[in-house]
């Protein structure tokens, strides 16, 4: 059974940084684009940052310049460094992937900001 496992949330101080990490196991044949989204409560998911099998990244406009993703092939990991974090980042974060060519969602991880 294909799994991806969402790690490192947790509360921290409006400014400070976070490092989550997105791990995938099971029978494994192909992994493509790997990315995180985000949903805060009462507002939609959105996507937060997307990256490719080949590492090209693309965010969502209000992270930009903050948060960097990041993918370890060999390890079947995805990073995000989340840093300057600010209230509004407060959200529930999810993995996502394409597994064997199938969508595939972690459970998520709690990110929260504030003082």
């Known amino acids: 059974q294909v799994q991806l496992v969402e790690s490192g949330g947790g509360l921290v101080q409006p400014g400070g940084s976070l490092r989550l990490s997105c791990a995938a196991s099971?029978?494994?044949?192909?992994?493509?684009?790997m990315a995180w989204y985000r949903q805060a409560p009462g507002k939609e998911r959105e996507l937060v940052a997307l990256?490719?099998?080949?590492?090209?990244?693309n965010y969502g406009d209000s992270v930009k310049g903050r948060f960097t993703v990041a993918r370890d092939n060999a390890k079947k990991t995805m990073y995000l460094q989340m840093n300057s974090l600010k209230p509004e980042d407060t959200a529930v974060y999810y993995c996502?992937?394409?597994?064997?060519?199938?969508?595939?969602w972690g459970l998520g991880t709690q990110v929260t900001v504030s003082s």
């Open positions: 990256v490719s099998p080949g590492g090209r990244s």
């Open positions: 099971g029978s494994i044949f192909s992994i493509g684009d």
């Open positions: 996502n992937a394409k597994i064997n060519r199938r969508d595939t």
